[in-house]
Structure formats: C-alpha cells, structure tokens
C-alpha cells in the first residue's frame, strides 16, 4: 500500500515550516517518502538519546548495569559525601533510572548545548557530579541533556567501550547502518544527548526496529522487554500538545497511541503501533508542535 505525502508537504509549505524529508513506514514497507532536495545524513540532535538508550538496555541485558545503578558505583572518585548533607540531594546517589526518565532533580539542568561549548573541566562527569541537587531526585521531569551524557558515560564505564563503538556491531550493522558519525566529549565520551548523524532513511530504520520491538530479519537485537519498557510512560511531564503526553526512559509519549524520539529542529522517529507504522521526519525549524500537528491531520489518517 502506498500513500501520498501531498497533503502534508502542501499543509508544511503553506505554513512555511521546513521540513526536509519526510518516510512513513507501515506494515514493514514503504508506504510514501519525499524529499525537498535529497535524503542525506544530518545531526538527529536528542533523537540521539533514544540510540542512547538502546546501548543501556544491551547493557542491562548483559548484567553490567540495572536501573538501581548509581553513580557513586562506578565514579565513586567524584561522588562528593558532605557532612551534614542531605543524602538524597547528592549527584552520587542517582539512580541510572532517574537519569533516564530525566528526573534528576536539577533546576537548571547541566551540559546544555552552550555549555558544553563553553565548559572549561574537560571531564564532564566530573563537572556534572559537583554540582548539588535542587530537589530529592525521582520526583518532577526536567529535561536534561547532561543527564543523558552521564548515562553514556555510564555504559561507557561499565561495558569498557564508547556508546557508538559499543552499538556498532549490535545495532547499526544489522541496521544496515554504517560509518556512523557520533560526537564525543573532549575525552572521548560518545556525546549521547545529541550529535548522531544519519539519513532520514536510516533513522526509519530504527522506527522499524523499534515497531518490531527490537527484532530485525530474525535476530532480536534488543531484549523485547526493554523496548516496552522504555516506550511506555514512566513520569508525568508539561508542556505543548504532544510535550505533555508523559515522558518514558528517553521517549516522548505522543497524542494518539504513539511514541517518538524527537530532536532539536523538527527530527522525528514516532512509532505508532496501532497502525503497525513509522513516520521519520527530519527538519530545520523552531516550530516542532506545528509539524507534528500536521502529522496528525494529514499523514495519520491515510494510514
């Protein structure tokens, strides 16, 4: 079955949202693609941290890390034990499970994207770790880039490889995705948060996989109850029409059944399981509601 795409490039247009390439996937094939010039590998932004989150769950997996791992396990160098202080408010005592539904309790959170930029302590989990909690960690969503780094380093520490190295051959390869270009930190931590690049194409691939959840041409890449985990709501957020839908571990619920991994600038991987489908979406444009609106009223109902 195929569709036509005619519908939402006109609504895009018309409202001057820009939009770059657009695939919607259902039943395991292509049902429409379109390109305003050519599909080729750009920065996901933080759909990074839905790669991010995979690498845990292998981890997970594989026994090297739980969700009750804290920092202080595996950087307990930098896990700062003031007298007197409260030890629910210490960076060291955060759970891998707080970081992924980003509820670390940081009012401001750390290693913004200007940060990050501008940050003198080349190490960034160090950095991350002296800073003090504003609130007992579990409670209240704030999205945090710097919360998704730490989970990188994280895996890092535990399974002895970066995120990207440690993905290659039991994700992208398989994926058919490959020479990937991931960003790291001054000392070679896999940024996590952002700084993937791929094809819009590719980054279906990935949709696909999560649909299928996690088994691809036979092999189940990533445990099924992972993905189940991860894609379903496991803390209440606010925001927009689809920012307020709740939050799981490094996945946005959406309206309408579905999930996504969103980034920056209008990239989209939502997965809708109801229609068995996968719409990708890449863009340069501020206006993220809008092109999910869109979605919603031009895309979904030819599905």
Known sequence: MSISLNGFVNRVTQQQLNVLSARVLQDGNCAAQWDLTIDERRLQHS????????????????GKLSLKTKLKDFFPQYAQENP???????????TLYDLLRMSSGHDSPPLWADERASLQEKDWVKYY????????????FTYSSGDTFVISALVQAAVGQTVKDYLTPRLFKPLGIHDVSWETSPLGVTLGCAGLSISNEELSRFGQLLLQKG???GKQLVPVEWIDFVTRKQIDNQGGPDWSQGYGCQFWMCRHDAYRADGAHGQFCIV??????????????????????AVWEEILPLL
């Open 47 to 62: 759909v990074s941290k839905s790669f991010t989150c995979m690498a845990v769950g292998l981890a997970i997996a594989e």
């Open 84 to 94: 007197g202080d409260d030890p629910s408010f210490r960076p060291g005592e955060l």
């Open 129 to 140: 770790m002296s800073l003090s909690l504003d609130r007992a960690p579990g409670e209240t």
């Open 215 to 217: 088994e691809w041409n």
């Open 272 to 293: 809708i399981p109801g229609k068995n489908a996968v719409i990708a979406i890449n863009s340069e444009e501020d206006d993220m509601q809008g092109i999910l609106d």
